[in-house]
């Protein structure tokens, strides 16, 4: 796609506003997130069709924990406060395996000796995936590239509504494989 001033002289890419009407900052990844935008074609995190997120909170037994993941061939599981249902962290199921083989951990501990807490001040970056979320942008968050880079790539994202309310789901690279898979070219 080129474009004209109104005289005839092209303007390259990088003069050219978005939509936003903000020029685009030209970078080493902007040939990257093109090719991402056109790999996925407008696709958001809706179209993933995720089952719902499976929840836990922090007095739950690890034991119950990993049998809830485990019947439904969860890799992470969400933690719940169980006062006001808001968003506390995660359990990684892979990491509770290695704490039960290492002794660090036993199946009747609770929840908060191993689940992952959300920082949301301080260095790291919380960033808020919704259903919304465009798949390109996703992909940028899984590699730390983009507009929703955190500083470090991801594995997983849990998907919020906007105002991160409501755990709606939780997606994983391999569901962003799986979607390329299964789409028409």
Known sequence: MSHVLEQGVP????????????PPEEDEH????????????GATVADL???????????TSLAEAMLSAS??????????????????????????KQLFESRQLQPSDPV???MVKFQRRGTKKYQVITMETELWELEGFFKNVGPLATGEPQDFAV???????????????????EFVKRRPA
Do not use: C, M
């Open 11 to 22: 303007l390259g890419k990088t003069i050219v506003p978005q939509h936003d009407g903000i």
């Open 30 to 41: 902007s040939a990257t997130l093109r090719a991402w935008t056109d790999k996925y074609r």
């Open 49 to 59: 069709d995720l089952p719902p997120a499976l929840s836990t909170s922090p007095s």
């Open 71 to 96: 019947s439904h061939d969860y890799s992470h599981l969400t933690v719940l406060s169980e006062n006001t249902r808001s968003l506390l962290g995660y359990l990684p199921i892979s990491k509770l």
């Open 112 to 114: 908060s000796k191993a």
């Open 159 to 177: 998907v919020t509504d906007g105002s991160r309310k409501f755990v709606l789901g939780v997606v994983t690279r391999g569901d962003l494989d």
